[in-house]
């Protein structure tokens, strides 16, 4: 077994935007979705959402592009939730939005999922977050370590690092 750290966000709406994650629906859209991210490999972190949207906090594994993962958790998830026969249809919008991140913003994604109704009700969500659609992406630019050209600097960096991961 390959050993991984890949954190993914993902953003996704229903079909037309249409407000059809109410409480009484949400809570079975988010555990299709949390079941069949699972099921793909998957190491979920959060799952919520507000209304017309979902955010999915993930890992994904390796073996599986981003992709077809999100496809399939999309589509298995729209699929099953018709099978219930319920008086809501659901359907989703063809884009989605995915960012990439550290496992040092991991909880920070977290967070913002968990608490999504309060950031919408409230006027506190983060546009680039919630972007669903194709377009110029606005990129995070993050100052990063310097690193070392040198191979002995180097590998006393990454003995560091090794070092602190082992703690």
Not at 89 to 94: G, H, P, R, T, V
Not at 145 to 158: I, K, Q, S
Request: proline content about 5%.
């Amino acid at each position: 077994m390959p050993y991984w750290q890949l954190f993914y966000h993902f953003v996704w709406t229903t079909k037309n935007r249409q407000p059809l994650l109410t409480p009484d629906v949400s809570h079975i859209v988010f555990e299709l979705v949390r079941t069949k991210a699972i099921g793909l490999g998957g190491v979920v972190y959060a799952v919520g959402g507000y209304l017309d949207h979902v955010h999915l906090v993930t890992s994904v594994p390796p073996r599986i592009a981003v992709a077809t993962f999100i496809g399939q958790v999309k589509g298995s998830t729209s699929a099953r939730f018709n099978q219930l026969e319920l008086s809501t249809k659901l359907y989703w919008q063809d884009e989605y939005g995915v960012f990439s991140f550290d496992a040092k913003k991991l909880h920070n994604f977290i967070a913002y999922v968990k608490n999504q109704k309060q950031h919408h009700t409230k006027g506190t969500a983060i546009p680039v977050l919630e972007r669903m659609s194709k377009g110029e992406p606005r990129l995070f630019r993050e100052t990063g370590p310097t690193y070392y050209l040198e191979e002995e600097l180097w590998r006393e960096e990454m003995l560091s690092l090794s070092r602190s991961d082992e703690r």
